[in-house]
Nanobody
Framework: VQLQASGGGSVQAGDSLRLSCVASGRTSNDVAMGWFRQAPGKERQFVAGIRWSGGNTYYADSVKGRFTISKVSAKNTVYLQMNSLRPEDTAVYYC?????????????????WGQGTLVTVSS
């Protein structure tokens, strides 16, 4: 499985961005995908996740109400719509995929990772 993330950029506080993550290779409906982020000097942290089968979504408290994770199954693509961005959202954003339908917040539960896309939010 390969994951290709894209959509990062430099924006002002209050702006929006949409990240995309395309999965290719041997995938399955029995997977979960997540978005994580890693700020300089910090550990990679869970942002949002989605069960591929059923579409249940989960969010970190810090992004609830501002970020939305969604998927288009036909395109094997997961999106992260980020609204009302704040300087503290600045990080490299990674998408991850894990076998099994449970969304986990721990990075070690994920089997595959995309290359990361940088989001910079200035005040």
């Amino acid at each position: 499985v390969q994951l290709q993330a894209s959509g990062g950029g430099s924006v002002q506080a209050g702006d929006s961005l949409r990240l995309s993550c395309v999965a290719s290779g041997r995938t399955s409906n029995d997977v979960a995908m997540g978005w994580f982020r890693q700020a300089p000097g910090k550990e990679r942290q869970f942002v949002a996740g989605i069960r591929w089968s059923g579409g249940n979504t989960y969010y970190a408290d810090s992004v609830k109400g501002r970020f939305t994770i969604s998927k288009v199954s036909a395109k094997n693509t997961v999106y992260l719509q980020m609204n009302s961005l704040r300087p503290e959202d600045t990080a490299v954003y990674y998408c991850g995929l894990r076998w099994g339908s449970t969304v986990h917040t721990a990075t070690q539960r994920y089997n595959f990772w995309g290359q990361g896309t940088l989001v910079t939010v200035s005040s």
